[in-house]
């Protein structure tokens, strides 16, 4: 469980947290109030498991058909738990599924919220970010707006759904790119990742191919069976951890 995990002992957090209704997997919560103070909870467990110099990657939707509002769990990791937020991610995803409506604009994009315990000792790794995926920041120059496929890297993946789909997959597709720019961003070899909605096992792939520790904590045992699938197949970089070294976690309840 989360509360587990021994205090100051990660050194990053690469996560994207249930919608509160809509999908299976995601189908929890009362109201949207019980949802956010449920956020609240487990931000707070964040804070404490985090390293000092320790980075957070929150990656939300701001989707209206799901009604998660990406700035209302900010504003809870910032006013509430006094967390800095050091940078926002625009994740454009140029390839969504248009909008069958007139009402709305197709929603291109996601957020990936960048959030530490204070913004010194930045150092960010941005030499091996732009070698592992140039094409997310089109130029030399790495910025903040991220441009990624939404089902980049999934299509031969068996039991994928697409995030917009009502499927067992839920909130757990981001593409692998995604938690592999974070990690290189604000890791080295070695260190400890922590995805605390583990779904699918993305983040530990990206951990098993950059040489980073990992410890996924998931509610389904299934989801953890595919996790587990997924990262001891993945290919393994000279001097890189073993799967021996991953922790995968079952938990009852958050």
């Not at 002992?9 to 019980?34: L, R």
């Not at 929150?58 to 800095?84: G, P, Y």
């Not at 089109?138 to 031969?156: A, I």
Request: with cysteine; glycine share 6%; hydrophobic share 35%.
């Amino acid at each position: 469980m989360l509360p587990d995990i021994p205090d100051a002992s990660v050194d990053c957090i690469v996560t994207s947290p249930p919608y509160w209704k809509g999908f299976e997997y995601e189908a929890y919560f009362n109201s949207y109030a019980q949802y956010l103070e449920w956020t609240k909870n487990w931000l707070a467990e964040c804070k404490r498991t985090l390293a000092k110099n320790g980075t957070l990657w929150l990656n939300v939707a701001n989707d209206s058909e799901t009604t998660v509002r990406a700035f209302e769990l900010m504003e809870i990791a910032t006013r509430e738990l006094m967390f800095k937020l050091h940078d926002t991610v625009v994740w454009y995803r140029y390839n969504q599924q248009p909008a069958n409506t007139d009402r709305q604009l197709t929603n291109q994009c996601e957020f990936v919220f960048m959030l530490r315990h204070t913004s010194a000792g930045v150092e960010l790794n941005k030499d091996q970010a732009y070698a592992n995926c140039p094409s997310l920041f089109k130029t030399k120059n790495v910025g903040n707006v991220w441009e990624l496929p939404f089902n980049s890297g999934k299509q031969n993946v068996e039991g994928f759904g697409r995030k917009e789909v009502a499927a067992k997959w839920g909130h757990s597709g981001f593409p692998v790119e995604l938690p592999e720019t974070c990690i290189l961003l604000s890791t080295k070899e070695g260190d400890t990742v922590m995805d605390c909605f583990m779904g699918s096992g993305t983040t530990g792939v990206a951990c098993k191919k950059l040489g980073r520790k990992f410890i996924g904590i998931e509610l389904i045992p299934e989801y953890v069976e595919i996790s587990r699938n997924r990262i001891e197949s993945t290919g393994k970089a000279a001097n890189q951890i073993t799967i021996d070294d991953l922790y995968q976690i079952t938990i009852d309840d958050l």
